[in-house]
């Protein structure tokens, strides 16, 4: 080799030792050779020409950014960006758990406590036959084993009735958790929790059932898991509020979301201040489609002789004759539920809530109509409520419609970054912000790209400088992972409520979050009926 061959070698091996050594050709001069000095080398080699010298131009001085971005949001490079599993530990003993209502809600919510219907099973195990990237059958399996049994099943319908009690001998379990003998089917809620066969129940009704069975569970000394929105009524609300906190039970309302990864990273921005003063939050509810609108289907065996509609309706205000539209498509009546606002607008609140710890607005004010689905309903299906909180110095804007499929995340607008919250999370600078104005000028921070991107179960936080990196950081993930294993939230829900249960602590949504949900919902569904803007009263704990 002439010399200038091995001047060209020795200058190679050189800057592949410092890229091996994961940066050292970034420390500055006083240090040994520097960023400059390596692509100013790079110029020389004949070998590489123009397209690499570029290339790692472009590279070290990508690295050069990230490295000062991670450093002003205080975060460190390398740090895993998954949230580990909690200490394994055995489930504990043994608790039997009642499902009163098996609709949809209350089929997903015992198959994620293990006892996945036959036809389910059948049904994942086909679609991942299919399609290998389908992975349904396989996170069911991949669920911990819960240590509950499904000892008591109650629903008005007979078929939902038979569906729940096959289910609870689910043969096909978690870790090939052990079978248990068919579950008793109760006729009447109140029957379920006599039972001394039962230690929780699990509430999957409509909503206008919730108040009063949460408030006899709680009598009857169960612990309690009711789905969302807590209660149809504000009274219903203070009622629940009264039993709950003065019993010795553990209570979880179910919004599973407050299990979401992506939830819990927002929350860190938040109290790490990387977004600057807060003002304005955007959320939206958009959906474009039959199910979407609640236009569920009418099961074929529905009938007086199947359906005791007698007792579905027996809390309602208004009572009509027989209807297999009102029983299956519940959400369209006011009658039992409260429409976008108790079905859509809570998870939004909730999820904010959870990152901001916002509380109960001093105002809302809502408006909308039913303005696409023309089929007798009487809650809207355009719908946008404004709730004030001047005390945070911020106002939160929701919206929603069942006819456009248009959809983004939430939105947290501050002064000097957006932080928009999905399944992942982005955070933008503004152009104009304080914080960020001396890296924005050195044109180490590109506003018209994201500050940083995290993806639930990826393994680091990137501060993305280029297009490339935002393809990457910007696909979403549907699961929820936890120690980056995907793992449905409503498993870790009810997974979180049973380890209270066992263990003693708090649930992450326990009544003081089902009070502020409840209550900020009722607001937003009074305010839509009155035509008027409407106040919490703090003192008298009262809507005004």
């Not at 006083?30 to 590489?48: C, E, Q, T, Y």
């Not at 123009?50 to 131009?57: D, E, N, Q, T």
């Not at 990273?265 to 958009?286: F, M, Q, S, Y």
């Not at 429409?339 to 904010?352: F, R, T």
Request: charged share 30%.
């Amino acid at each position: 080799m002439n010399d200038e061959g091995k001047k060209n070698s020795a200058e190679s091996g050189k800057m592949d030792a410092d890229v091996e050594r994961g940066g050292t050709a970034q420390r500055q001069d006083n240090r040994g050779i520097g960023r400059r000095d390596v692509i100013k080398a790079l110029a020389s080699i004949p070998i590489f020409g123009v397209f690499f010298y570029s290339f790692f131009k472009k590279k070290f001085e990508d690295d050069f950014k990230r490295r000062e971005i991670l450093a002003e949001l205080g975060v460190t490079e390398g740090a895993p960006a998954v949230i580990p599993e909690a200490i394994s530990r055995p489930p504990g003993e043994l608790i039997r758990v009642g499902i009163i209502g098996f609709g949809g809600e209350g089929e997903s919510l015992i198959r994620n406590a293990g006892f996945a219907h036959p036809d389910w099973v059948e049904s994942a195990r086909e679609a991942a036959e299919e399609d290998p990237r389908n992975k349904w059958l396989q996170s069911y399996l991949d669920q911990d084993d819960l240590n509950v049994a499904i000892t008591a099943v109650c629903d008005v319908f007979d078929v939902r009735a038979e569906r729940g009690i096959a289910a609870s001998q689910a043969v096909v379990r978690p870790g090939g958790g052990r079978t248990f003998p068919a579950a008793r089917r109760y006729l009447r809620y109140t029957d379920l929790l006599e039972s001394d066969d039962v230690d929780a129940v699990i509430i999957a009704t409509p909503d206008h059932w919730h108040s009063r069975m949460t408030i006899d569970a709680v009598a009857a000394g169960k612990h309690v898991y009711c789905e969302k929105c807590m209660t149809r009524t504000e009274d219903g609300t203070h009622a629940v509020y009264e039993a709950v906190s003065n019993a010795d039970v553990i209570f979880q309302l179910g919004h599973q979301n407050r299990q979401a990864e992506s939830h819990m990273k927002a929350r860190e921005v938040i109290e790490a201040d990387i977004l600057g003063p807060v003002c304005l939050i955007e959320t939206t509810t958009n959906r474009n489609d039959p199910v979407g609108a609640w236009v569920y289907e009418i099961h074929e065996e529905g009938s007086p002789e199947t359906i005791d509609w007698e007792q579905f309706e027996e809390p309602a205000p208004h009572k009509v004759p027989f209807s297999l539209e009102r029983f299956f498509r519940w959400r369209c009546w006011f009658d039992y539920g409260t429409g976008l606002s108790g079905d859509l607008l809570s998870h939004e609140y909730d999820a904010i809530n959870q990152i901001l710890d916002l509380g109960i607005p001093k105002s809302a004010v809502a408006s909308g109509g039913i303005y696409f689905f023309k089929d007798g309903r009487d809650v809207p299906d355009v719908f946008q409520a404004v709730l004030e909180y001047p005390e945070r110095d911020l106002t939160l804007v929701y919206s929603a419609t069942l006819a456009n499929g248009r959809n983004r995340g939430k939105l947290f607008m501050g002064h000097d970054a957006t932080m928009e919250v999905g399944s992942g999370l982005t955070i933008r600078a503004e152009s104009e912000s304080t914080r960020y104005e001396k890296k924005i000028e050195d044109g180490v921070i590109d506003t018209s790209l994201p500050l940083f991107t995290y993806r639930p179960g990826f393994k680091g936080i990137d501060a993305v400088t280029s297009a490339s990196e935002e393809y990457f950081a910007s696909r979403g993930l549907l699961y929820t992972y936890r120690g980056g294993k995907r793992v449905s939230a409503y498993h870790l829900h009810i997974k979180e409520w049973l380890d209270v249960i066992r263990r003693g602590g708090e649930t992450s949504c326990n009544m003081e979050r089902g009070f502020e949900e409840a209550i900020t919902c009722h607001m937003a569904t009074r305010s839509y009926q009155l035509g008027r803007k409407v106040e919490w009263d703090p003192v008298a704990r009262r809507i005004v």
